[in-house]
């Protein structure tokens, strides 16, 4: 029979001492000896343990955590690995396209329309060649 796992509360989080707590559904709560707190995900594979950081209990709350713990384990289940959930795609605009969208949305705000054109070919001959 499984031993019932105590599930933490959000108020515990910042008060526990250092350690590894069990959330219970593989997810872990890592204190250090720092008093930095992160959420650890661990799941077997092939009989070998093995930990997915998830984050910083600054980065995440304890719902979102379960969230993605909750995730890992459905794909775990549909045979692929919990490593893609955390993957996130890359964005597909560039430096060039945010840059131009922000002198467009700040445009409005500018004495005159010299501003804009100063701002886009200041940007076109320093910063876009570079970065893109």
Not at 15 to 28: A, V
Not at 68 to 79: D, E, K, L, T, V
Not at 94 to 100: I, M, V
Request: proline share 4%; hydrophobic share 35%; glycine share 8%.
């Amino acid at each position: 029979m499984a031993k019932e796992v105590k599930r933490l509360k959000a108020v515990q989080i910042n008060s526990l001492p250092p350690g590894t707590h069990s959330d219970g559904d593989n997810l872990l709560l890592r204190v250090r000896d720092s008093g930095s707190r992160s959420w650890v995900f661990r799941y077997k594979q092939n009989g070998r343990a093995i930990e997915l950081g998830l984050g910083s209990t600054t980065d995440r709350t304890l719902a979102e955590a379960r969230e993605i713990a909750g995730n890992m384990r459905r794909s775990i289940a549909n045979g692929q690995s919990p490593k893609d959930v955390l993957r996130v795609e890359k964005p597909s605009k560039t430096f060039t396209d945010y840059a131009l969208e922000c002198i467009e949305h700040k445009k409005t705000g500018w004495r005159n329309s010299k501003h804009a054109n100063q701002w886009r070919n200041t940007l076109m001959q320093y910063a876009f060649p570079f970065i893109g």
